[in-house]
């Protein structure tokens, strides 16, 4: 065992955090879909603001990477340098 002249909390601490951390991601109780947090504040909406990462350019990515198609690849890289036009990018705003 290692001497720590800084102090800190112990293995103990740390397994009780984990517990707690556990308890709260698996209750014993069933979860109902309203106690669940919507996510983070970049979680792409329907109704929300624009992302650049929305399920247009992650399925055309993920198809073309999955089926070595070009032509779809391209159709990405369209949605991608389109996004130029709605400021989603700082490179965007620049004129």
């Not at 517990?19 to 109780?29: E, F, I, K």
């Not at 603001?49 to 999955?66: C, G, I, M, S």
């Not at 391209?74 to 709605?86: A, C, F, G, I, S």
Request: hydrophobic share 30%; glycine share 10%; no cysteine.
């Amino acid at each position: 065992m290692t001497t720590s002249r800084i102090g800190g909390v112990g293995i103990e601490t740390i397994a009780e955090e984990a517990l707690q951390r556990h308890r709260r991601a698996y209750p014993t109780r069933v979860v109902g879909q309203s106690d669940l947090e919507w996510g983070g504040e970049y979680q792409w909406r329907r109704d929300g603001e624009y992302h650049l990462f929305n399920p247009d350019t992650v399925f055309k990515l993920q198809h073309a990477t999955r089926s070595g198609q070009y032509a779809i690849f391209k159709e990405y890289t369209t949605l991608v340098d389109d996004q130029n036009r709605r400021h989603a990018t700082l490179r965007g705003l620049l004129a």
